[in-house]
């Protein structure tokens, strides 16, 4: 027997067939790849039947009795077999240094930090305090850091930053009066007066003559 494959057009047998030569005889079988009788051989579409072998996250592409598969974007492999390709672990993803990556099949997203502002990729410092998204009490001082603030009690004051209560400097023995003067404390200060008798400053006095 002998088998001649892509010249049994001869014997009527398709171009993409193989003739089979027998005793007084012979026969055509269309190739791996595509579908007929033998005379007339049409390609078979295996990417359209579902017949390829290609990986659920990989593209098939039919061609002249064959097809190929390569893996989607976001993957990596053979077409057959396709893993998830980690963006954010090789740094493949390009998210800004101030921003998270999340990993995500055949894909990524990147988002800004608490305390910045952007697309992800693009991440600039929310200034809370000219915003006024601190949360600093009405007696303390905001100041801006990158991704962060902080509150500082002002002069007089005494607290967290979030929470600031008055000193009363008379009471504390924090103020510098006269021993012959009068304290009197006032929000976030206080005044020192000469007593009866004396003059001055308050934080100096002396006895009127």
């Not at 963006?87 to 608490?114: H, I, Q, R």
């Not at 693009?122 to 509150?151: M, P, Q, R, V, Y």
């Given at each position: 027997?002998?088998?001649?494959s892509g010249?049994?057009?001869?014997?009527g047998?398709?171009?993409?067939?193989?003739?089979?030569?027998?005793p007084?005889?012979?026969?055509?079988?269309c190739?791996a790849?595509?579908?007929?009788?033998?005379?007339?051989?049409?390609?078979?579409?295996e990417?359209?039947t579902?017949s390829?072998?290609?990986?659920?996250?990989a593209s098939?592409?039919n061609?002249?009795?064959a097809?190929?598969c390569s893996?989607?974007?976001?993957y990596?492999?053979d077409?057959?077999?396709?893993?998830?390709?980690d963006?954010?672990?090789t740094?493949?993803?390009?998210c800004?240094?101030?921003a998270s990556?999340?990993?995500a099949?055949g894909s990524?997203?990147?988002?800004?930090?608490?305390?910045y502002s952007?697309?992800g990729m693009?991440?600039t410092?929310?200034d809370?305090?000219?915003?006024?998204?601190?949360?600093?009490?009405?007696?303390?001082t905001c100041?801006?850091?990158?991704g962060?603030?902080?509150?500082?009690?002002?002069?007089?004051?005494?607290g967290?930053?979030?929470a600031?209560?008055?000193i009363?400097e008379c009471a504390?023995?924090a103020?510098?009066?006269d021993?012959?003067a009068?304290?009197?404390?006032?929000?976030?200060?206080?005044s020192?007066?000469?007593n009866?008798?004396?003059e001055?400053?308050?934080?100096?006095c002396?006895d009127?003559d």
């Amino acid at each position: 027997m002998q088998v001649r494959s892509g010249i049994g057009a001869g014997a009527g047998c398709d171009t993409n067939a193989t003739c089979v030569n027998i005793p007084g005889s012979f026969s055509c079988a269309c190739n791996a790849g595509y579908a007929g009788d033998g005379a007339a051989c049409a390609d078979i579409d295996e990417c359209s039947t579902g017949s390829a072998n290609c990986h659920e996250n990989a593209s098939c592409e039919n061609s002249a009795g064959a097809f190929s598969c390569s893996c989607d974007v976001g993957y990596a492999g053979d077409g057959v077999a396709c893993t998830d390709i980690d963006e954010c672990a090789t740094g493949a993803a390009g998210c800004d240094s101030d921003a998270s990556c999340v990993n995500a099949p055949g894909s990524f997203s990147c988002a800004c930090n608490a305390g910045y502002s952007g697309d992800g990729m693009a991440c600039t410092d929310i200034d809370e305090c000219a915003t006024d998204a601190d949360d600093c009490d009405a007696k303390a001082t905001c100041e801006n850091s990158a991704g962060s603030f902080s509150c500082a009690c002002n002069d007089g004051y005494a607290g967290t930053g979030t929470a600031c209560a008055d000193i009363d400097e008379c009471a504390t023995g924090a103020n510098h009066c006269d021993t012959n003067a009068s304290c009197e404390n006032s929000a976030g200060s206080f005044s020192c007066t000469c007593n009866e008798g004396y003059e001055g400053t308050g934080t100096d006095c002396s006895d009127v003559d």
